[in-house]
């Protein structure tokens, strides 16, 4: 080789690399750009978070000081009645004091001195001194506050509710405990495992019966040849219950944790001595629960998956909810319940000896609409996922939903409340357009009812709109006047458009009844005998079926079932986080006979109550619901759609089981 071409070579390539030094500069001055972003979003996420615990702790103050102030003043009338009482009693004592002075006692009344005195004698005073002073007890939400409960950050391709976790090995070969007995799962993605998802997903495995370590097979955890699953193999050579989780970011993918329950050969034996062919029918489907409630966890060992080989490090599992994914055809998804755990073991705590619990087997629906008679108090209905919309502001994703209605096409129609915008899904969830009015934009959406005529009504803060199957905005009902709010939709028997009217000026409560084909108001209840304390009233949500209204009152924790007909009304419900009991009640939704199921929203939970108002049961979801909203029944395929305002999804629908 010549000199010359030498270097030119040296030449060429200092001028790449002086090319390269600047490049590499340029990207440092973004990195430092894109890193104080992204701090001044998490300081600003922070700032949001205390605002609002702020303005929950001024809203608790205020609430205290209601209930001291109630207290004050009953104890304030109690004092006054007494004092009134004694002064009674003291003027009627002097006069028998003068009159035995006088010696005149025998000519003293005693008959109708006893009958100024006789009620206040009689009357019973109550002991102000065992009367239940408020308290407060702080929640154990905000006790621990971790990093994952902010956020995470991505720093690989994907995302966590890409992922699934799926069960591969039959169910079957996992009831009893045995050295060579293996449980194969897969976290299987439509994208793909690069080397960045490697370094960053781990898994880990715990039998929560003892504290051993869980062997796995690292030659049979492997990553695919398309880099679209990953195998997971361990042995279940110890009876007891045993979890995998996995997690990306330190947050779980899709049905994260699973969890299964592995039986000793004596524990099968007897179980197999006293269960019926039926129950060994049903077991045979409730094996594994994915996504129990993740409740924090003290460190331990994590696996990081970096093929081909595994290294292991250590982390903390976080506290989140996962969305769905498509499992592929071969791969069983991690969507029933497990039927003898529920309870994760605190940090703070060791695990109990004996965390296995065994709930009654499940009741099988009857064929046909749904009904729910044949449930007893105590009995199981359970949700299993078929479709998730995740929270987001995205076009295909719903913010803090409240509202929605199922089109007879089939098309879902949702209010994204917090977003203003009110979105049309095919019966898939794919987005399909935004519903807009021909006026202005909506004002916090809400409720939606669908028409017998095909044709669907919204109600925002400002209107109730009337809306063709295609979403096609076609004339409006009603418009707020400035001093009244209207809350609720449903179309009676009759055709008619009915409402919950709010007024403002005067706190009252109406049950409004329009025609809709005039616009015109046909008919009103008012609801002033049926509700016991205005104040603190918030009827919010209703809902007609077989001839009743429904209503959901959120201020006095209640619900009315009102027959429009003869104005009676049946109320349940009382404030409290016990069987029966509801917090903030929201949607509710009617069974083909009468049986009512609530979205009980403070307390995460939606509740199963009888034709006659008689707690049932809790439901059972996978995955549970956060603060549900609205709730939407498909009676016919046993379908409800749940709305939620925490969590990753936004909108669930479920198959009642």
């Given at each position: 080789?010549?000199?010359?071409?030498?270097?030119?070579?040296?030449?060429?390539?200092?001028?790449?690399?002086?090319?390269?030094?600047?490049?590499?500069?340029?990207?440092?001055?973004?990195?430092?750009?894109?890193?104080?972003?992204?701090?001044?979003?998490?300081?600003?996420?922070?700032?949001?978070?205390?605002?609002?615990?702020?303005?929950?702790?001024?809203?608790?103050?205020?609430?205290?000081?209601?209930?001291?102030?109630?207290?004050?003043?009953?104890?304030?009338?109690?004092?006054?009645e007494?004092?009134?009482?004694?002064?009674?009693?003291?003027?009627?004592?002097?006069?028998?004091?003068?009159?035995?002075?006088?010696g005149?006692?025998?000519?003293?009344?005693?008959?109708?001195?006893?009958?100024?005195?006789?009620?206040?004698?009689?009357?019973?005073?109550l002991?102000?001194?065992?009367?239940?002073?408020?308290?407060?007890?702080?929640?154990?939400?905000?006790?621990?506050?971790?990093?994952?409960?902010?956020?995470?950050?991505s720093?690989?391709?994907?995302?966590?509710?890409?992922?699934?976790?799926?069960?591969?090995?039959?169910?079957?070969?996992?009831?009893?405990?045995?050295d060579?007995?293996?449980?194969?799962?897969?976290?299987?993605?439509?994208?793909?495992?690069?080397e960045?998802?490697?370094?960053?997903?781990?898994?880990?495995?715990?039998?929560?019966?003892?504290?051993?370590?869980?062997?796995?097979?690292?030659?049979?955890?492997?990553?695919?040849?398309?880099?679209?699953?990953?195998?997971?193999?361990?042995?279940?050579?110890?009876?007891?219950?045993?979890?995998?989780?996995v997690?990306?970011?330190?947050?779980?993918?899709?049905?994260?944790?699973?969890?299964?329950?592995?039986?000793?050969?004596?524990?099968?034996?007897?179980?197999?001595?006293?269960?019926?062919?039926?129950?060994?029918?049903?077991?045979?489907?409730?094996?594994?629960?994915?996504?129990?409630?993740?409740?924090?966890?003290?460190e331990?060992?994590?696996?990081?998956?970096?093929?081909?080989?595994?290294?292991?490090?250590?982390?903390?599992?976080?506290?989140?909810?996962?969305?769905?994914?498509?499992?592929?055809?071969?791969?069983?998804?991690?969507?029933?319940?497990?039927?003898?755990?529920?309870a994760?073991?605190?940090?703070?705590?060791?695990?109990?000896?004996?965390?296995?619990?065994?709930?009654?087997?499940?009741?099988?629906?009857?064929?046909?609409?749904?009904?729910?008679?044949?449930?007893?108090?105590?009995?199981?209905?359970?949700?299993?996922?078929?479709l998730?919309?995740?929270?987001?502001?995205?076009?295909?994703?719903?913010h803090?939903?409240?509202?929605?209605?199922?089109?007879?096409?089939?098309?879902?129609?949702?209010?994204s409340?917090?977003?203003?915008?009110?979105?049309?899904?095919?019966?898939?969830?794919?987005?399909?357009?935004?519903?807009?009015?021909?006026?202005?934009?909506?004002?916090?959406p809400?409720?939606?009812?669908?028409?017998?005529?095909?044709?669907?009504?919204?109600?925002?803060?400002?209107?109730?709109?009337?809306?063709?199957?295609?979403?096609?905005?076609?004339?409006?009902?009603?418009?707020?006047?400035?001093?009244?709010?209207?809350?609720?939709?449903?179309?009676?028997?009759?055709?008619?458009?009915v409402?919950?009217?709010?007024?403002?000026?005067?706190?009252?409560t109406d049950?409004?009844?329009?025609?809709?084909?005039?616009?015109k108001?046909?008919?009103?209840?008012?609801?002033?005998?049926?509700?016991?304390?205005?104040?603190?009233?918030?009827?919010?949500?209703l809902?007609?079926?077989?001839?009743?209204?429904?209503?959901?009152?959120?201020?006095?924790?209640?619900?009315?079932?009102?027959?429009?007909?003869?104005?009676?009304?049946?109320?349940?419900?009382?404030?409290?986080?016990?069987?029966g009991?509801?917090?903030?009640?929201?949607?509710?939704?009617?069974?083909?006979?009468?049986?009512?199921?609530v979205?009980?929203?403070?307390n995460?939970?939606?509740?199963?109550?009888?034709?006659?108002?008689?707690?049932?049961?809790?439901?059972?979801?996978?995955?549970?619901?956060?603060?549900?909203?609205?709730?939407?029944?498909?009676?016919?395929?046993?379908?409800?759609?749940?709305?939620?305002?925490?969590?990753?999804?936004?909108?669930?629908?479920?198959?009642?089981?």
């Open positions: 080789m010549e000199l010359g071409i030498i270097v030119e070579r040296l030449q060429n390539k200092l001028v790449l690399n002086d090319q390269k030094l600047e490049d590499i500069d340029c990207k440092r001055k973004e990195l430092t750009k894109s890193s104080q972003e992204v701090q001044e979003k998490i300081s600003a996420l922070c700032g949001e978070v205390q605002a609002r615990v702020g303005a929950a702790g001024e809203a608790l103050k205020g609430k205290t000081v209601v209930e001291f102030t109630k207290l004050e003043k009953e104890l304030s009338s109690t004092r006054e007494v004092r009134s009482d004694s002064l009674v009693l003291c003027s009627e004592l002097e006069k028998i004091t003068e009159s035995v002075g006088r005149d006692e025998e000519k003293f009344d005693l008959d109708e001195c006893w009958g100024r005195v006789k009620e206040i004698i009689s009357r019973c005073q002991d102000e001194s065992t009367r239940k002073m408020p308290s407060f007890y702080h929640s154990k939400t905000l006790a621990k506050v971790k990093t994952s409960d902010l956020g995470y950050l720093v690989a391709e994907f995302l966590p509710d890409q992922f699934q976790l799926v069960l591969t090995s039959p169910v079957s070969s996992l009831m009893v405990a045995s060579m007995n293996k449980v194969i799962c897969s976290v299987t993605t439509s994208q793909q495992f690069t960045m998802i490697q370094a960053n997903i781990k898994f880990s495995i715990k039998n929560k019966a003892c504290k051993e370590t869980v062997p796995y097979c690292k030659e049979e955890c492997k990553l695919s040849e398309d880099k679209k699953s990953f195998q997971i193999c361990f042995l279940v050579h110890q009876p007891g219950v045993y979890m995998l989780t997690l990306l970011y330190d947050q779980h993918v899709n049905d994260s944790p699973l969890v299964l329950r592995v039986a000793s050969k004596d524990e099968m034996v007897k179980e197999e001595e006293n269960t019926t062919p039926e129950d060994q029918e049903q077991s045979t489907s409730l094996s594994v629960n994915p996504g129990v409630a993740r409740q924090q966890e003290p331990q060992d994590c696996l990081v998956l970096v093929s081909p080989t595994i290294t292991k490090t250590t982390t903390t599992s976080p506290t989140t909810q996962s969305m769905s994914s498509q499992p592929p055809p071969s791969a069983v998804p991690l969507r029933r319940p497990v039927p003898l755990t529920r994760v073991s605190s940090p703070s705590k060791p695990p109990p000896t004996n965390p296995i619990s065994i709930p009654p087997p499940a009741t099988l629906l009857p064929p046909g609409p749904l009904n729910l008679s044949h449930l007893s108090p105590g009995g199981k209905l359970s949700g299993l996922r078929m998730s919309i995740e929270e987001g502001t995205k076009p295909d994703s719903l803090k939903p409240i509202g929605m209605c199922l089109l007879q096409n089939g098309n879902i129609v949702v209010a409340t917090f977003e203003d915008k009110v979105k049309m899904f095919s019966p898939t969830g794919k987005f399909l357009t935004l519903v807009s009015s021909s006026e202005s934009r909506f004002m916090r809400s409720d939606m009812v669908t028409l017998q005529s095909g044709q669907f009504v919204v109600r925002d803060n400002n209107r109730v709109q009337v809306f063709s199957h295609t979403g096609t905005y076609l004339r409006t009902l009603w418009q707020d006047n400035g001093h009244d709010k209207c809350y609720g939709l449903a179309q009676d028997k009759e055709g008619r458009l409402t919950i009217m709010d007024t403002r000026r005067q706190k009252k049950l409004l009844f329009f025609d809709l084909d005039t616009g108001l046909a008919r009103k209840i008012e609801m002033d005998d049926i509700i016991t304390d205005k104040s603190r009233s918030k009827c919010r949500f809902t007609y079926e077989l001839g009743k209204l429904y209503i959901t009152d959120l201020g006095l924790d209640c619900v009315y079932v009102l027959d429009p007909t003869t104005i009676s009304v049946k109320v349940f419900g009382s404030t409290g986080s016990g069987p009991q509801v917090s903030d009640p929201a949607g509710l939704v009617v069974d083909t006979v009468g049986n009512i199921i979205a009980d929203s403070r995460h939970r939606l509740c199963l109550f009888s034709m006659e108002g008689k707690f049932v049961c809790n439901l059972s979801l996978s995955p549970e619901a956060r603060r549900p909203s609205g709730v939407v029944l498909d009676k016919e395929n046993r379908e409800l759609y749940v709305l939620t305002l925490q969590g990753r999804a936004a909108m669930t629908k479920y198959k009642l089981k």
